[in-house]
């Protein structure tokens, strides 16, 4: 029987962090075994923000695919491509923004909050809002029947859903496939200031982080505000650092933190260093591989070469069968 396809895409703005991971990459992992997975990343997105430093996109197409790689999305499983080197993508989205109404764009709830969100960079352009036709070229090229995203993406999978009923209902076929969302229980895991852990707060844990890093920050992070003295008691729901026990501590140190600290009997510092010991412990084998795969460029650059030349067969195709369905092939 043949394989459901999932696609996804990652924004390349530098080096991922924890949220990136436990938010995306390790449901992405666990599906590569179940589905036919295509992932890629989505440099010509991340024009929308870094169309001033354009020059930093190269870069961060490494990083990314170095922390893919070390996290384990495994090129004999799962193709992994590039965007930008797909020009279908681009003929696509043009195609498809000839019959978008503009109003589909400016009701989208994200078009608005990243715009009051992103201060640093004019996000008034044509292009920001038509991300979401952009997103949708993306996923319709490789007929994915799901998509995993976060809760924040759900919208745009429904405008997707949207437009690709427009185009099949415009051209009286079925080229397009609606994907699904494939939305994923995500821990809610904040930066080491409280807030959610992002590049542009200066508060994440990268990946790449040595353990010199990752010891300095999560010492420098924000618990209970309630514990302002050791022998003030605490509330693990509260505290910031808890959730990241959660996720590496095993279950008899979560317990016995948990009543600890809600009897002051353990102060915030050495709960912090159980923290570090079972992190790094996690982590260091990821840690390792992360700096084997880094230090080979050639293959990393090989391995996108490969999944990109496997993905444009794919996606010519179905630009082609929407041609045809259009009368303009
Ligand atoms: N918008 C997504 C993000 O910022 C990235 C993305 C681009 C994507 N195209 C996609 C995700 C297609 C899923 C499917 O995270
Ligand atoms: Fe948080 Fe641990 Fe301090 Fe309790 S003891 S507030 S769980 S860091």
Redesign the pocket.
Known sequence: MKRKRILSGMQPSGQLHLGNYFGALKNWVALQDEFECFYFIADWHSLTTLYEDPHLINKYIFEVAVDWLSSGLDPGKCTLFVQSRIPEHAELHLILSMMVPVPWLERNPTYKEKQDEVKNVDMSSFGFLGYPILQTADIVLYKAHFVPVGIDQAPHLELSREIIRRFNNLYKKKVFIEPAAKISEIPKLNGTDGRKMSKSYDNAIYLSDSEEQITKKVRS?L??PA?GRRGDP???KV????PL?KIYSPQPMQDE??S??RKAE???GD??MKLVSTMLENMRPNMEKRCEIASKPKEVEEILCAGTEKARKVAAATLQEAKVAMKIA
């Open positions: 992070m618990t209970d514990r605490g509330d693990p505290c910031n650092l808890f026990h933190i948990d600890a600290c353990i102060g915030c709960c912090k």
